[in-house]
């Protein structure tokens, strides 16, 4: 595996890559690497006839009191992973290489990326559609593979993407889970053995929600309030947000149709974390994936 450091070196690789008519694929991330990331890989391993890793801690998407300082960066096993997994390159520039100085120009993904996460962390996505649309031209891939745990983020690329004609394409992937629900993230490093155990409240209140849908629920004021009453129970957890939306443009839902998600957003422990379950219309009956 080849590390590139440099803007430019990574697009005379790229172009001579496409050259040669190989499928480039791209797994974008800020190191921390945990089994959702490999996954990722993993995914882009069957598609592709390349593969690119990036770790890239983007200080423009942390607010100025979040935790771009602590943020975890064991960038030696990292590397030794994506070895391990068979990425072909890693592109690991620095904050001069993506942001040199002078830079001054962003992408901002409108009233989709104002909402909910947009809300809460303002300027968190247009940071981080500006850091991936650098990506993309940096690395040219054919494919980008994504973790749908990151729902909203998802949705903002996706809408960069295609209002923005980025010769990309978006895989979504599954959410990685431990064996008692919590979803995989970087920052489940921060978590004490309290906190933890209190973590599970969020993919457990999940599980209640897809519980209530599965055995026929569907009025969406009774849902929301059996689902926050669950995560209210637990004074470890304090809630942000949690709403169900639709999958596209992330504003509230009054019923039940289409695809939607259930997102949620809570600290636990001083730690924030989110999670989400995908909610599909399917023939007479829903589909909820968490």
């Known amino acids: 595996m080849e590390i590139i450091r440099t803007v430019d070196w990574m697009k005379q690789v790229s172009r001579a890559s496409r050259a040669k008519e190989q499928v480039i694929g791209l797994v974008p991330t800020m190191g921390a690497l945990h089994q959702g990331h490999f996954s990722l890989v993993g995914e882009a391993r069957k598609h592709c006839s390349q593969v690119v890793a990036s770790i890239f801690v983007n200080p423009t998407q942390f607010g100025p009191s979040e935790d771009l300082a602590k943020y975890p960066r064991p960038f030696e096993k990292d590397v ?43 300027g968190h996505f247009r940071g981080v559609a500006t850091v991936v649309l650098k990506l993309f031209e940096a690395v040219q891939p054919h ?53 933890r155990a209190a973590a599970t409240t969020l993919s457990g ?58 997102v949620l957003a809570a600290k636990v422990g001083g730690t924030r974390l989110i999670d989400n379950a995908l909610i599909e219309h399917s023939a007479d009956r829903f589909i909820v994936t968490l």
Not at 80 to 96: I, R
Not at 170 to 195: H, K, M, W
């Open 80 to 122: 030794a992973a994506l070895e391990s997994l068979g990425v072909d390159f890693l592109f690991a520039p620095s904050v001069q290489q993506m942001y040199p100085k002078g830079f001054s120009t962003y992408v901002s993904v409108e009233q989709l990326g104002d909402r909910l996460e947009g809300r809460s962390r303002p």
């Open 205 to 262: 209140s999940l599980a209640l929600l897809r519980a209530e849908i599965d055995n026929g629920e569907r009025d969406i004021v009774r849902l929301l309030a059996d689902w926050r009453a669950f995560l209210a129970a637990n004074r470890e957890v304090v809630l942000d947000y949690a709403e169900i939306v639709d999958a596209e443009t992330f504003e509230s839902v009054m019923n039940l149709r289409g695809t939607c998600y259930a």
């Open 143 to 195: 494919l980008a593979f994504f973790g749908r745990k990151d729902a909203q983020q998802l949705a903002v690329i996706r809408r960069m993407v295609r209002d923005l004609e980025v010769d990309a394409q978006i895989v979504a992937c599954p959410i990685i889970r431990e064996p008692d629900g919590l979803a995989l993230s970087s920052r489940n490093v921060y978590l004490n053995e309290q906190a």
